[in-house]
């Protein structure tokens, strides 16, 4: 009989994936690692029993966290990528034309175990001399550095454990300091099916230090859930509405897979029973 | 120890719902029915081990299902449902000032019981003077009847059992000839996260009968697979793209809780992985 792997939802909901075959277990400083194989998606990364990316729909999760803020951005220099350990966001993120990328991740196992078995995440992306990978505490990258940035991604698991700082107020003031003017940070802020009250929080929080906070949707078949959320905050005005000519503009050649011009307009019209839930005006 | 329902999607892979309470279980001429109680999607109709419909989340396929041929269509008057024995898709198309909407559903049981413990998917549908239900074989009422519709509609479970007929091209080509001129029709076509050849049969098979196909997407987090597909065939040109003005103002009112002009036009904006794993030019 083979083991199956679940993912909890809310209370009484959970996906659930066949083991094929498990490629690595192992216990970092901060969390159970494994690596699995499954007939659906294949490559499995798995932390603390959460899914965090897979091999078949990762691509989802990391382009619309690392391109929808570097396309609202008029014309990003430095990002800035918290968490994000696999390396799929820096490698979305490095995919335009920024002098810099800098990543800082609180858990070197989770890097190492995705290099050795999940290597197309990441691609080439740790070894583009514009990238700069720090094994740190991000919350205390984030209250003790001094470099500007223009887009800061927040790529954090559910917020327990060492992710708990970067939903909070603090951990976004310390970010919008290290903001240069029309800089923009993103992050992601969970289901608007179960977890209403972290995209509040973080909307709240954020809109705290940042005057323009907006929430955008995917699809993510493997977060319990599905439907998710990330949250904008910038410096100045709505950043949220570059024209598809100009997001058109900007793809052209980026060999996106689930982003396209039509699909960032679409993905900040709330569905009016989420807009509800959020108690944010439609 | 409480009991899980499992609805699998692909070979490894399904989501799981602990079962507060079982309101109902029965089984019918065509299959197993139960009505389950779940602390996150509120009561389910669950069919054959495959959840149909939850309070939670129903409305966002019906609307899908019923909104998009018929704001497709310039003036529906007249339209036809087979399946959709929850009566939540009847509910729907009734929102539009049609003459007639007829629905075709093969188990009187699936009625009557979503009707006595989720009468709030159908609402007062079924006593719309507007409405008629026949209780027969949707397949051979296509081939036998002759009177005329706008827009069909096939609420399917997947295509196994008395389903299976309802994706041939004959079924199509008996439902071409029950519509009006500028008619449409417009079937659920499963997941293109692993039913990419469902979706390719019906595109195929719809093609051989009417010349215009389109497929668009939905996001239900109840279906495994979740990114769900829809195929429309209109007998006429292009009908995927009445004005964002013209949804807002047929919409007005209806109180949908998912679809907005911005989501309808977003649905037929294909992201590029789901294309090509289709076919379909982007």
Do not use: C
């Amino acid at each position: 009989m083979s083991e199956w792997l679940t993912d909890a939802g809310g209370p009484g909901f959970a996906h659930t994936y066949r083991v094929e075959e498990e490629l690595y277990r192992g216990r970092s400083d901060f969390q159970e690692i494994r690596v699995i194989r499954n007939a659906d998606f294949g490559r499995m990364l798995v932390l603390d029993d959460a899914v965090q990316t897979t091999q078949r729909d990762e691509f989802i999760y990391h382009e619309m966290l690392a391109h929808v803020p570097l396309l609202a951005h008029p014309a990003p220099q430095r990002a800035l990528i918290i968490g994000g350990g696999d390396g799929g966001l820096l490698e979305e993120a490095l995919k335009h034309p920024l002098e810099a990328a800098v990543m800082v991740e609180i858990d070197r196992q989770v890097v190492d175990v995705t290099l050795r078995f999940l290597p197309e995440i990441a691609g080439s992306a740790f070894d583009d001399p514009r990238a700069r990978l720090i094994i740190a505490d991000g919350i205390r990258f984030m209250r003790e550095a001094s470099d500007p940035f223009d887009v800061i991604l927040v790529d954090s698991t559910d917020p327990k454990g060492p992710a708990v700082g970067l939903f909070s107020e603090a951990f976004y003031a310390d970010a919008r300091r290290r903001l240069r003017p029309g800089g923009l940070i993103a992050v992601q802020s969970g289901s608007p099916l179960y977890q209403q009250d972290l995209i509040r929080l973080v909307r709240t929080n954020m809109g705290k230090v940042l005057p323009h906070i907006s929430t955008y949707l995917a699809t993510v078949p493997t977060y319990p859930g599905v439907i998710w959320s990330f949250t904008m905050g910038a410096t100045g005005g709505d950043p949220t509405r570059p024209s598809e000519e100009d997001v058109a503009r900007r793809t052209a050649g980026l060999d996106l897979q689930y982003l396209t011009p039509a699909v960032f307009r679409g993905a900040f019209a709330l569905p009016p029973f989420i807009a509800r839930d959020l108690g944010i005006a439609g």
